[in-house]
């Protein structure tokens, strides 16, 4: 049960590693993005896990009613962030590769490196 | 509430209300003046922070009136106040020099746009230094490497592309390592004010996780200071952006990593970790060493003027990293004053590079020879800026080493072997300025190359020459740098001041 239990935070760690092997092992700078995607998404995951309790639902205080479980809200919020952080990297990291693949003609790193160094 | 109470929040938010005016008024000429409005503002409101703060105290600056830990707060110490002088001072003087150099290298049309993300940059890397909350020190060193990246981009060879794509990278896989590492300290303890995480993170029981997010957050930001053998993305990235760019950047922005490094590490995990210390200086000792050698062996094989100056950085700053890992007053006031003196150093010498690239249009340093006859004021600004790096006296690299030699001996027979080494390092530092000097001073230009005999424009030169000089101050001069990195130390360990 004990290991059931923390099964995010295993999915957090594959996920993780996923991302890293992508970002290390491809050298086409599309598909080298997408694994730095799936290395942040692993965080998000990571955070969202943290604030999840048995039962918890929205901080909303109701009236009369009184023994309500809360998830911690402040992952959440903190996440959001990160996710805004996120998108903006992946925005701009796209908006270099399209002026790579105009200056260069490709985004092959192995060619653009091949060209640098005849240049 | 007087304007004087709110000079903590107006430091950062200058730089950020002053960003979008950049970006709107595209008047000719216009972003350059507001982006040097706001950062020499800056400027200003830090040196005032730092006048109050010598003595001690801690100001801290509670976000919307909301108190600690529920609100964010904004913490400024006398380590913060000159990381904050040091950062803001490097952003207007590569402004101010850049009037010319960035006109010439970035266009007209996208100048609102480049100068917006300057002062962005600037204000991630002022928020980094000032704030006293874990998550909003990612928050800021997000604002201020998305920024950077654009800066970057700006060069004028298609290059600066290819290196901003893996700063890029690097970049978010070290701040996504902090951050992840933040959540750690955030399960165990429940808080991400750095006050009280420090408070907190003490009584933690299980120190298992606690381990797992001092490697995450220490990994993390080795990558973004570029501490060997994570400096991969550096070399490339200074030589490619823009001129004015590499000023700013090689002057401030690793060091603002390695600053909140040593806050952290120091007032959240030396309280918590045993034998956290000796971890440290296992840690940052051997990288620190290697640093010294390859980034000055490295340097000595370099042909590019720009990327020799990037090794080199990638030495100094493994300098800061041996002051780091010596847990003594003395071996973090040698840290924090290198911190400061380098950034002056290399800031001067990057300008005079400027100064070379606009006449000679290459930085290449074989075609440099003559330099020293063309243009005399360029060169001299340029080995008096040598002499710092090699640490030579009346320098403020001297200074800087002098305090880590002193801490260094205090720490039995492997400081014996640091002073050793440091001492073999500036030799090293010698042989690169000295190939630089030969070149441009002893070796005649090459009969097909075009003449140059104009010395540098003096919108250029003045800047420069007003950076070198503040260098020669503050090493005659130590009282502020040296005063104000002794309490910075003092705070951090948790001494008596």
Do not use: C
């Given at each position: 049960m004990e290991v059931l239990g923390l099964y995010n935070y295993f999915v957090f760690a594959v996920l993780l590693m996923v991302g890293l092997y992508c970002i290390l092992a491809r050298t086409n700078i599309i598909k080298s993005l997408i694994g730095l995607t799936i290395f942040q998404a692993a965080v998000f995951l990571l955070y969202i896990s943290m604030d999840k309790i048995d039962g918890g639902t929205a901080p909303i205080i109701l009236e009369g009613v009184d023994d309500q479980i809360f998830a911690n809200p402040l992952p959440q919020v903190l996440i959001l962030t990160a996710i805004v952080v996120g998108i903006s990297t992946t925005a701009l990291a796209l908006a270099v590769t399209v002026r790579i693949k105009e200056a260069?003609?490709?985004?092959?790193e192995d060619k653009i490196q091949e060209m640098d160094r005849e240049t | 509430m007087t304007l004087y109470d709110q000079l903590p929040a107006l430091v950062v938010a200058v730089l950020l209300f002053t960003a979008p005016i950049a970006y709107m008024l595209?008047?000719?000429g216009f972003p350059w003046f507001v982006a040097t409005a706001g950062v020499v503002t800056s400027f200003a409101v830090a040196c005032s922070l730092a006048a109050t703060v010598i003595g001690g105290e801690t100001i801290i600056y509670e976000m919307g009136g909301w108190p600690a830990p529920y609100g964010i707060v904004l913490s400024i110490d006398a380590l913060s106040a000159l990381m904050a002088m040091l950062i803001t001072g490097a952003s207007s003087a590569a402004l101010i020099f850049g009037y010319k150099s960035l006109a010439d290298e970035v266009g007209e049309e996208i100048a609102p746009a480049f100068f917006a993300a300057w002062l962005l940059c600037t204000a991630g890397l002022v928020g980094m230094v000032v704030s006293g909350d874990a998550f909003n020190i990612f928050v800021f060193m997000e604002i201020s490497s998305l920024s950077t990246y654009v800066l970057i981009s700006?060069?004028?060879?298609?290059?600066a592309l290819i290196s901003t794509y893996r700063y890029i990278v690097m970049g978010t896989v070290g701040a996504t390592f902090y951050l992840i590492g933040v959540g750690f300290l955030y399960m165990v303890t429940?808080?991400?004010?750095t006050a009280d995480l420090a408070a907190r993170v003490?009584?933690?029981?299980?120190?298992r996780l606690v381990l797992v997010a001092a490697g995450f957050v220490s990994v993390g930001l080795a990558v973004k200071a570029a501490i060997f053998p994570l400096h991969s993305w550096m070399p490339n990235a200074y030589t490619f952006a823009p001129n004015a760019v590499t000023v700013f950047i090689a002057a401030a922005s690793t060091k603002v990593s390695l600053y909140v490094l040593m806050r952290v590490d120091y007032a959240i995990f030396q309280n918590s970790i045993a034998n956290h210390d000796v971890q440290l200086t296992f840690f940052l000792v051997p990288l620190g060493v290697l640093a010294l050698f390859s980034g000055s062996m490295l340097a000595i094989y370099e042909k590019n003027l720009k990327r020799l100056l990037a090794y080199s950085s990638v030495a100094q700053i493994g300098y800061i990293a041996l002051g780091i890992s010596m847990t003594s007053v003395a071996g973090l006031t040698g840290a924090i004053v290198h911190m400061f003196n380098h950034g002056l150093i290399k800031g001067g010498m990057f300008m005079a590079v400027a100064c070379l690239a606009i006449r000679?249009?290459?930085?290449?340093v074989a075609n440099l020879a003559g330099a020293g006859r063309a243009m005399p004021w360029t060169m001299a600004a340029f080995v008096i800026g040598g002499l710092g790096l090699i640490g030579?006296?009346?320098?403020p690299g001297f200074i800087s080493k002098w305090y880590l030699v002193l801490a260094a001996l205090n720490e039995g027979w492997l400081g014996a072997l640091l002073v050793a080494i440091i001492l073999f390092s500036s030799l090293l530092a010698v042989i690169y300025v000295w190939k630089v000097i030969e070149v441009a001073y002893f070796r005649e230009p090459r009969s097909n190359a075009v003449p140059v005999t104009e010395e540098a424009p003096l919108v250029m030169l003045i800047p420069t020459w007003i950076v070198v000089l503040a260098g020669v101050w503050i090493a005659l001069d130590t009282g502020m740098t040296v005063g104000l990195a002794s309490v910075g130390a003092k705070i951090l360990l948790g001494a008596a001041l």
């Open positions: 260069y003609g490709t985004i092959e | 595209r008047l000719h700006a060069g004028p060879d298609r290059r429940g808080t991400l004010n003490g009584q933690v029981e299980d120190i000679y249009r290459t930085v290449n030579v006296p009346l320098t």
